[in-house]
């Protein structure tokens, strides 16, 4: 079972629509979740950080925390062709906070 | 804001060759990492450091040296091309203060290995 689980995609989503993207991961004590954007032949931008349970949110993306259900997600309000990229899950664990996880990411194409 | 910059965006070297990969960054951060990342396989750590002269292996060391001799610069060292390492490669650094240990990712090397 791999560590960090994203659905690779491609998760098409008109314009204007809420594009949900989703990851699981199998480490019970992950401790900090993030969310990388990353446009193509580009490297990763930060996005969203969440270390608790519940929503939070920045703008038009909401991250969404379940610890009890291992998973977290990314919302996108208003998707804009511009969002379209590949969308990284990184988890770090409690007893080695200072290395993260990658999922493999999900495409996302937002189509006018 | 946080700023890493890697020495080139884009290297063609031959088989064989000593390659270097140079990160720096500017905002005195402690940690520093190296990934490679390949279609389908995502990101994967090759070594990082969490101070000066300190390193611990990733996931994927084998084929791969690194230096870090100032708190700024972190280095990645193929001692050997081979094909094989024709990939993305980027560097990341993160702070230990505080609660958060995000990481910040330079613009990324693509190194094609002939």
């Known amino acids: 079972q791999k560590e960090v689980e994203q659905n690779s995609g491609p998760l098409s989503v008109p314009e204007g629509a809420i594009a949900s993207l989703n990851c699981t991961y199998s480490d019970r004590v992950s401790q900090s979740f993030f969310w990388y954007r990353q446009y193509s032949g580009k490297s990763p931008e930060l996005i969203m950080s969440?270390?608790?349970?519940g929503d939070k949110e920045d703008g038009r993306f909401t991250a969404q925390l379940n610890k009890a259900s291992q998973y977290v997600s990314l919302l996108i309000r208003d998707s804009q062709p511009s969002d379209s990229a590949t969308y990284l899950c990184a988890v770090s664990s409690l007893f080695n906070t200072d290395k993260l996880i990658f999922g493999t990411g999900t495409r996302l194409q937002v189509f006018p | 804001d946080v700023k890493v910059t890697q020495s080139s965006r884009y290297l063609v070297k031959r088989t064989g060759e000593k390659v270097f990969l140079e990160c720096v960054q500017d905002m005195d951060h402690e940690n520093m990492f190296w990934y490679r990342q390949d279609p389908g396989l995502g990101l994967r750590l090759i070594y990082f450091s969490y101070d000066v002269k300190m390193k611990e292996k990733g996931d994927i060391p084998e084929g791969y040296s690194v230096s870090r001799e100032k708190k700024e610069r972190f280095s990645l060292i193929l001692e050997s091309a081979s094909t094989n390492q024709t990939s993305m490669y980027l560097c990341?650094?993160?702070?230990?203060?505080?609660?958060?240990?995000?990481?910040?990712f330079g613009p990324g090397t693509r190194l094609t290995v002939l």
């Open positions: 990341a650094s993160s702070s230990l203060a505080g609660d958060y240990n995000e990481q910040f």
């Open positions: 969440i270390y608790s349970n």
